[in-house]
């Protein structure tokens, strides 16, 4: 039997649309801290809040982003936000002060969280059913290659030219992202059928009006893995550092970014054939020894063997906790789900660092990254437990 189709030009325009948003995103996350602190002489909490204030507005974002996609479309909603998103990233060049600073950060994660939940459930939308855990699995690909590709540009560009490049380059693919936008738009027949059956959706109030309630165990667990992985975004750098790997922990992201991509081709055919345990299970144990490895190193080989590992255990956990919380919600809830997943992520990409923080003056780097395995471990346990709830209910 023959299977549906899964590489359609909408699907892949919508994953290189999510590729260039998390690159706009993460060329700056690595670089924000010290850009407030030499341009602005921030003091250390100041720094770390021009960092989270671009959390604070995509989590505000997310909240509201799913109404918003049943009252103005989702592709009005996408192309609103990367629009909003070429202008907050041409404003960091006017950055004059650390409160224009702020501000600027503040509508950038606004703009991030309302393009990126809405190209997200788009695709999500077009995978058939039947292609889900692949078809999401490619989709997460471009989210992960992001976050990875992301840090290691800022830093070969910081590098070559300091921030102007930085930012030039965040405006070039805001820019990019989007005229590719005008891709993803839908027939007129097809976006007045949708438009029809979301006016028969009814209103829901309270928490379920932002969220879906009944797939926040899966996200949360997926949250904690977030929380863990902020360590690597924060601290890394410095870590490599302190233990004399400056030049080796250059190559950890493109290691990290290899082994995904060495593993996602079959973690998604093997979450449609034997279920979310055989990919999730060894996802998070992959991630988890990363972690106690990371904790230890003292020579390159074993840096980059934990960036492989780590890259693996992420990457899967990405992709196939996204599958899991579209699947489990019904059809006509999957912008909620898209929404639910993605605050719980950025509540643990931006609580990581400034709780992880507060371990560094007693514990070290590396006694940081050994609790990171430790919580990594808890979360590990965690899943397994809300895995086989999943299993009695279904």
Known sequence: MEQPKLWTRHFVVGTLVNFLLLLNYYLLMVIMADFAADRF?????????????????TMIARCFSAQLMEKVGKWNLLAAGILLEVAASAAYFLASGLSLLFLIRLAHGISYGLASTAVSTIVTGLVPLERHGEGIGYFMLSSTLGTAVGPFIGMILLQGGGYFNIFLACVIT?????????????SPEKRAALAAAQKLLPREKGLRGIMEVKILPICLVCAGIYFCYSSLISFLSPYAGEIGLEGPATLFFLVYSAAILFSRPFTGRLFDRKGADAVMVPAFLSFLAGMALLSQVRHAVPLLLAAALLGFGMGAVQSCGLTLAVKSAPPERISYANSTFYICADAGVGIGPFLLGFLLPGAGYRGMYLVVAGIAAAFTVLYLAVSRGRRKAG
């Not at 002489?41 to 507005?57: D, E, P, Q, T, Y």
């Not at 805001?174 to 839908?186: E, G, N």
């Open 41 to 57: 002489h921030a003091s250390g909490s100041s720094a770390g809040l021009a960092v989270s204030m671009f959390i604070i507005g």
């Open 174 to 186: 805001a820019a990019v992202c989007f005229l590719a936008v005008f891709q993803l738009r839908l």
